[in-house]
């Protein structure tokens, strides 16, 4: 059953904290995304994943960075969150460029 | 960059009633895939058609690529088809731009 999975689906944190989302995927896809969601503004690219160690800054990089050490796991960091980082936040893989998206359920982050 | 827009903004329907998205884009797609957003916030994609029409179950996609606008039609519209949709569309490479949703509500 092909799955993307996400982890926490919810998180609490305080100003300041290190953040750390967790995606994976059972589909040897070489291309995994990370998005946020906000009222209003839709779904926003953040980073691109082309494959093992080979990551781009999507359109709203600043304040996030990314780990991709394993086909199968992308993560999320966020160094020092920040109030205006709550969001929800997707992963998604493709098998490359070009190709049908598959999304993860979600992480709802909260940063107070 | 790719711009998409959508419409209606949102939508309502009697349960039974059709109902037609439109998905209008700035630049020539090589990529438009639709999705549905449930209530509880999860995403689906229902079908990827850069150009042409493809069908899935109640569902129809048509996408003129000239013209650069894809339209899904949803038939006898039930009550578990709330939720909002969105399109996203790509001119090549990795990248795709999604619009912001139509929120569709189907009421018994």
């Known amino acids: 059953d092909m799955k993307v999975t996400q982890m926490p689906r919810y998180l609490i944190k305080r100003m300041g904290e290190n953040v750390l989302l967790e995606c994976g995927q059972d589909?040897?896809?070489?291309?995994m995304y990370w998005y946020r969601q906000d009222p209003g503004l839709g779904l926003q690219l953040i980073y691109i994943s082309y494959d093992v160690d080979s990551n781009s800054e999507g359109d709203i990089p600043k304040g996030y960075r990314v780990s991709r050490k394993k086909r199968e796991h992308f993560s999320l960091i966020l160094d020092s969150a920040k109030t205006n980082q709550t969001s929800v936040y997707f992963c998604?893989?493709?098998?490359?460029?070009?190709?049908?998206?598959?999304f993860g359920p979600g992480t709802r982050l909260t940063v107070l | 960059g790719q711009q998409v827009q959508q419409s209606p903004a949102s939508l309502v329907l009697q349960e039974g009633e059709n109902a037609e998205l439109q998905c209008n884009f700035s630049?020539?797609?090589?990529?438009l895939q639709w999705f549905y957003q449930s209530p509880g916030g999860s995403l689906v994609s229902l079908l990827s058609n850069p150009s042409g029409t493809k069908h899935t179950g109640r569902l129809t996609s048509t996408t003129v690529t000239k013209e650069r606008r894809s339209s899904l039609h949803i038939s006898s519209s039930q009550t578990t088809d709330s939720g909002t949709y969105l399109c996203?569309?790509?001119?090549?490479?990795?990248?795709?731009?999604f619009g912001s949703g139509t929120r569709l509500l189907v009421s018994p």
């Open positions: 589909m040897s896809h070489e291309t």
């Open positions: 996203a569309s790509g001119t090549g490479g990795y990248k795709v731009v």
């Open positions: 630049s020539t797609a090589t990529q």
């Open positions: 998604a893989s493709s098998p490359g460029q070009k190709d049908e998206q598959y």
